[in-house]
T-cell receptor, first 115, second 112 residues
Framework: DTGVSQDPRHKITKRGQNVTFRCDPI?????LYWYRQTLGQGPEFLTY????????KSRLLSDRFSAERPKGSFSTLEIQRTEQGDSAMYLC?????????????FGPGTRLTVL | QQPVQSPQAVILREGEDAVINCSSS?????VHWYRQKHGEAPVFLMI?????EQKGHEKISASFNEKKQQSSLYLTASQLSYSGTYFC?????????????FGKGTKLSVKP
């Protein structure tokens, strides 16, 4: 039973550069969520997909953030023109949901440091 | 809209019990509980749904008071491995579709 995986685990970049993170969910899960977590805070919801459809993206932090899930399997989160305030842990979670709420399983996260 | 967790931190000796509370100002459809250790991903503990359905680990129990929009997590006979930060995530309606709003967390330290 492989869990949610994320790549890379750590990313250091210079301000103004673009970065892309990948998430591979649990294979049978239809839902994929992206969260951001800063020090001392709980995860903050960003966006989610049901299969390949992005059903909520209004909570993405700015138009510099975008996410895709092209074939309903893995997903990518891209941040363009990174700023120091983007430094955080970016978490991906997946679940199987057809109606009632179901538990979400989190990946190990990608820690982004913007210099 | 962010749920409020209490206490913010608690220190226990092994074998002691603890209760962590999560309170919302809005009606809730579901409450999810997670534990996160430093530098690691949140780990699922318990989900409670409006109407009484629950699913979670055997050694952890929780309650969900729908009328008061409150949930409590009960940790009994604590072990060193229980140490970590506990988060509740709330879902305001079935239409929220799993878009959880997390509290700021409760840091639990269990000492020998």
């Amino acid at each position: 039973d492989t869990g949610v995986s994320q790549d890379p685990r750590h990313k250091i970049t210079k301000r103004g550069q673009n970065v892309t993170f990948r998430c591979d969910p649990i294979s049978e899960h239809n839902r994929l969520y992206w969260y951001r977590q800063t020090l001392g805070q709980g995860p903050e919801f960003l966006t989610y997909f049901q299969n390949e459809a992005q059903l909520e993206k209004s909570r993405l932090l700015s138009d510099r953030f975008s996410a895709e899930r092209p074939k309903g399997s893995f997903s990518t989160l891209e941040i363009q023109r990174t700023e120091q305030g983007d430094s955080a842990m970016y978490l991906c979670a997946s679940s199987w949901r057809t109606g009632r709420a179901r538990e979400q399983f989190f990946g190990p996260g990608t820690r982004l440091t913007v210099l | 809209q962010q749920p409020v967790q209490s206490p913010q931190a608690v220190i226990l000796r092994e074998g002691e019990d603890a209760v962590i509370n999560c309170s919302s100002s809005k009606a809730l459809y579901s409450v999810h509980w997670y534990r996160q250790k430093h530098g690691e991903a949140p780990v699922f503990l318990m989900i409670l749904l409006k109407g009484g359905e629950q699913k979670g680990h055997e050694k952890i129990s929780a309650s969900f008071n729908e009328k008061k929009q409150q949930s409590s997590l009960y940790l009994t006979a604590s072990q060193l491995s229980y140490s970590g930060t506990y988060f509740c995530g709330t879902e305001g309606s079935l239409g929220s579709q799993g878009n959880l709003i997390f509290g700021k967390g409760t840091k639990l330290s269990v000492k020998p």
